[in-house]
């Protein structure tokens, strides 16, 4: 019989290979680039195969967002996607885009694995990610009427809301102000607030009273306010 003098046996270990993945974000206000104070915007980082989010991140002071490191233990391709979560004020513009990050792993002949990314933006591939979000401060606008009162043709002084006049929006039912003259016949509506380009447009009038003795000024006047923007700034 054959005597086996030793016996030994050899285990392998793969070490994982780790990739860590960043991105960067730039704010700008009214067309000005402005310095973020850390935390402001959210992005995830979801692995194609899963419908939630596999890492959820904030960026920091510098603008940098950074994942938490993704660990690889066998050769294969890895997918994961990379977007911002809009916020809810509706003054910023937030980046939309959507980062396809493509992760390579291969062993070589001693099972030591390595990786290599491949970033895609759509379908260009890019060195990097970047977001880029935009606020616009919204622009007011104040209107102004006046208002004279006359008694068998003579200029009366007025005594303080006597008359009641409506801001309406054009082709609404309903009025969104309703003001009263001051005694020097002055109307103030309060200001409005615009956050985007356009037209917006609005008649005043004044209400007719009770009081038969007075004829009440009918005239209805269309104002329209046309909101631009330049370089992100309304």
Do not use: C, R
Not at 15 to 22: C, M
Not at 67 to 81: K, V
Not at 145 to 170: C, H, P, R
Not at 172 to 198: C, L
């Amino acid at each position: 019989d054959a005597t086996v003098t030793s016996m030994s046996f050899a285990n392998t270990k793969t070490a994982p290979i780790k990739v860590s993945l960043e991105a960067n974000k730039a704010y700008m206000v009214d067309g000005v680039d402005t310095n973020l104070v850390g935390n402001e915007f959210t992005f995830t980082l979801t692995k194609s195969s899963e419908s939630l989010p596999t890492q959820t991140k904030k960026n920091d002071a510098d603008g940098k967002v950074s994942f938490d490191e993704i660990s690889f233990d066998a050769a294969g391709t890895y997918t994961y996607t990379v977007t911002e979560t809009a916020g809810s004020d509706e003054t910023i513009t937030y980046d939309s885009s959507v980062y396809t990050v493509e992760i390579e792993v291969v062993a070589d002949a001693t099972g030591k694995l390595s990786a290599t990314k491949t970033i895609k933006k759509g379908t260009t591939e890019v060195g990097s990610m970047a977001f880029k979000n935009t606020k616009t401060n919204p622009v007011d606008v104040t209107l102004e009427a006046s208002k004279t009162y006359a008694i068998d043709g003579v200029t009366q002084t007025l005594k303080g809301n006597e008359f009641s006049f409506t801001l309406t929006e054009k082709g609404g039912t309903d009025p969104i102000q309703t003001k009263y003259n001051d005694v020097n016949g002055k109307v103030s509506f309060d200001k409005i607030s615009f956050n985007k380009a356009g037209t917006y447009s609005y008649t005043v009038a004044e209400k007719a009273g009770t009081d038969s003795t007075i004829v009440y000024d009918d005239t209805i006047y269309t104002v329209d306010i046309v909101v631009s923007e330049n370089n992100g700034k309304l």
